[in-house]
């Protein structure tokens, strides 16, 4: 435990407040996520009509929806849907890109130029837009609409992968192993897909933040999660209707989601700053240099 306090990337995220804040919120949240239900007090579900729309209170922190539903209680359980499907788009998004990446950065030739024109296709609609209309034809369910965002997200990180691929295929280390008569299988898994990780993992901690958001806006929509299901985004859709009367309903899943993406994207600067060092001095000399 010690040395892995002591690895340089761990020291530099422990100096970094912002990445230490960031990464408290996401695990809090993760851990509520994965507690929060157990200990919950009520049913997400369980319909109590006399207590409809009450305020926040000692029985109920977040009040209650238009049919009586704890409002804490549902938060709880839709982070366990909403950060789950936030991480499995992220992971399929990541397998994906890193893929395509790796080969067409280290094939070239005809390989790489189909590989990334399918990519400047893919990049040419804006990626909200492409979702919408992917789970638009799918029809709506977290299935569907996790599908969709997984399809439309992956081409980031194929970019970036394959930028890394290829310059690191270049370099002395590799060139030697190819030299050996090392297959390109075991040269790609052993020199240059751990030298191309550090910004993988960066570019995945800030993605979550921004699936979050799209599962959410897509949800509000109607094309993801259906009610009752208490996901944050459906429960900002049905919130709405009461925004005037009960400003909590839209209050408390607006401010999760807010914290949910601020923690992240403190966290991705956080690992940016500290898997890249020469990119956090460079930005440290420009400081100075305006403030000179």
Known sequence: MAAFLEHPTIRALRRNPSAVAGGLVVATIAVLAIVGPVLAPYDPNAQHLGDRLQGPSLAHPFGTDQLGRDVATRLLYGARITLGLAVLVTAVRLTIGVVVGLIAGYCGGWVDEALMRLVDVLLAFPGIVLALVVAGILGPSLTNLALALAVVGWTRYARVVRSSV??????????????????????????????????????????????????????????????????????????????????????????????????????????????????????????VNRRD
């Open 166 to 287: 290829l310059e690191m295929r270049e370099r002395p280390f590799v060139q030697a192993s190819r030299l050996t008569g090392a297959p390109r299988r075991r040269v790609l898994r052993r020199h240059v897909l751990p030298n191309v990780a550090g910004p993988v993992i960066v570019l995945a901690t800030l993605d979550l933040g921004g699936v979050i958001l799209a599962a959410a806006g897509l949800s509000f929509l109607g094309l993801g999660a259906q009610p009752p299901a208490p996901e944050w985004g459906t429960m900002l859709s049905t919130g709405r209707h009461h925004l005037r009367e009960a400003s909590w309903l839209v209050n408390a899943p607006g401010l999760a989601i807010v914290i949910a993406v601020l923690g992240s994207n403190l966290l991705g600067d956080g690992l940016r700053d500290a898997l890249d060092p020469n990119d956090r001095t460079d930005r440290g000399s420009r400081g």
